[in-house]
């Protein structure tokens, strides 16, 4: 008899913006009715309900004692590096007997692009062109430069082959340049037509912040148009993306980088975070608080 695959647990960063919580919980949803024979369960590692906890002992109750956990994260920072497989590795004490893989972030994923492209042209409209476009692409910001890194290489990737006058990169916190920061680098260079992209997955207080410093920026620089694009949203894409990573974790396919992760690699200015142990980091962001660390998100946990 062939045994029951794993069950699919969504791990999500969480955010006090009850639309963004809901939007993810209803993507959690969305994917346990796509494949009904599945259990599907979804959580948080802060700051919204359900915790990641609670949803491995819901899967538990329903008997399940295998599953595979897919990070719903663009990058690779210390959420997904630390927190996830701490959390994980406690449940696992909690709950004696489990076995689970652990998937990879998203990640510039080549059909995620597609969404960004399609978020720009909403922006955008379709009459306009995009020759004379600046793309000002807005990640939520790490303290971990592999993570910081991921955004710029999502830039590229987004400006290669479409047209556009060219992709900069900015970030809502913890890393530079800031909204303002980026938007100022776009004029310097020459931009006229301005539109800023959130790399983000839903909704929340970091989108939102994203929003607000671009009126604000725009209100102060009249002589340029600046354009605001929404998240990508629980587009089919996302869906079928985080089904596949699921399928790289079940299949044991995990193809992570570290070549330049810093709890590996003992990068200038990082080399005190070399091999530091998992510890679940609360992150402020989400909170409304604009500051930086003292101290960095924890240790890793590469599948190799």
């Known amino acids: 008899m062939t045994p029951s695959p794993p069950a699919l647990l969504i791990a999500g960063h969480g955010t006090r913006d009850e639309a963004g919580a809901e939007a993810f ?5 969305e994917l346990g009715d796509r494949h009904p024979d599945l259990p599907v369960a979804g959580g948080f590692i802060e700051l919204s309900p359900p915790p990641l906890g609670d949803a491995v002992t819901g899967l538990v109750e329903r008997g399940v004692r295998r599953f595979a956990a897919v990070p719903l994260m663009l990058v690779s920072a210390g959420h997904a590096k630390g927190d996830i497989p701490a959390a994980l590795a406690r449940e ?3 709950h004696p007997g489990i076995t689970y893989t652990y998937g990879r972030p998203l990640g510039p994923h080549p059909s995620l ?11 955008l409209g ?3 062109g995009r020759e004379d476009v600046t793309v000002l692409l807005v990640g939520r910001g790490s ?5 910081n890194a991921e955004v710029h290489k999502a830039a590229r990737l987004l400006w290669e082959g479409r047209g556009y006058a060219g992709v ?3 970030f809502v916190s913890l890393a530079a340049p800031d909204v303002p920061g980026g938007l100022d680098r776009c004029a310097r260079l020459g931009a006229r037509r301005i539109v800023v992209l959130p790399y983000f997955l839903f909704t929340g207080i970091l989108p939102d912040r994203v929003r607000r410093q671009t009126e604000e920026w725009a209100a102060a620089h009249p002589d340029v148009e600046v354009r605001s694009a929404d998240v990508i949203g629980p587009e089919p894409e996302l869906l079928d993306l985080v089904w596949e990573r699921y399928e790289e974790a079940v299949r044991g396919d995990l193809r992570m980088n570290c070549d330049s992760c810093v709890y590996r690699i003992a990068l200038p200015g990082f080399e005190d975070k070399v091999g530091l142990p998992q510890q679940p980091h609360f992150h402020p962001d989400d909170d409304g608080h604009h ?3 003292g101290h960095h998100h924890g240790g890793h946990a590469h599948a190799h």
């Open 126 to 128: 379709t009459a306009d």
């Open 143 to 147: 303290t971990d430069p592999d993570a």
């Open 25 to 29: 919980r209803a993507f959690v949803r």
């Open 291 to 293: 500051h930086g660390h």
């Open 92 to 94: 696992k004490e909690r």
């Open 113 to 123: 692009l597609r969404v960004l492209e399609r978020r720009l042209d909403e922006a």
């Open 168 to 170: 900069e990169t900015a």
